[in-house]
């Protein structure tokens, strides 16, 4: 009887040591963050979790809370992922485009050309690449006067236009979603009667008005 349960309470001890274990592991092969399973890893210790199950970037609350710590770098890096889509000669094309439209104006008038160009991409409406929308015609005509004229392939592309396309790509926009831009100093009264007429005004920027 006494043997009997001896062995009782030998299988009880040995079932919870059991569940105590496999809780251990359990905990220390994942944590739970608003319902998603994160995988623990060096970059995790580092205060940033790769990636949730659900393919969401998690930033750690560690990065958010710490004054010392570049969570504006991080964040702006997963923002730009999408600019890997440009090849080096897309960018040239709009860096020439950007000369010619806004070779005379500040940085923020070069910008401006360059956020145009860049919604017009992402833009139902118009072509999916830079180049198509720079070289785009509507009915024999072409979209933008520099490549019809020529001066898109005379002009030499200034270090502020580099600079301001750089600011575009990496997401700065202050176009307030424009698709199109004119130099009513220099249009043709017939264009500008269309952009008045069918358009949206936004505002002036320098020489260029804004339009969606």
């Known amino acids: 009887m006494y043997k009997k349960a001896l062995g009782s309470l030998i299988c009880v001890y040995l079932a919870l040591f059991g569940g105590m274990l496999c809780l251990m592991g359990t905990a220390q092969a994942k944590d739970t963050r608003g319902g998603d399973s994160v995988v623990l890893g060096q ?35 997963s923002a ?11 960018i040239e094309v709009l860096q020439r485009i950007v000369e010619a439209e806004a070779g005379g104006e500040d940085a923020d008038g070069r ?34 006067s520099p490549v019809s004229n020529g001066s898109y392939y005379r002009v030499t592309v200034s ?29 043709d009264p017939k264009n500008l009667k269309w952009f008045d007429e069918k358009l949206t005004f936004l505002f002036q920027h320098g020489g260029h008005e804004f339009f969606r």
């Open 43 to 77: 970059v995790e210790q580092m205060g940033v979790a790769e990636y949730s199950s659900s393919g969401r970037r998690v930033v750690d609350y560690f990065l958010l809370s710490n004054p010392m710590s570049d969570t504006t770098e991080i964040l702006q890096t």
């Open 80 to 90: 730009g992922l999408d600019n890997q889509d440009f090849s080096q000669s897309d």
């Open 111 to 144: 910008l401006l050309v360059a956020n145009v160009v860049l919604n017009r991409v992402r833009d139902e409406m118009f072509p999916d690449n830079i180049p198509d929308v720079v070289f785009q015609k509507d009915n024999g005509v072409t979209q933008f």
């Open 159 to 187: 270090e502020e236009t580099v600079a301001a396309v750089e600011r575009a790509l990496a997401g700065e926009d202050i176009s307030d979603g424009a698709l199109y831009f004119v130099a009513r100093k220099y249009a």
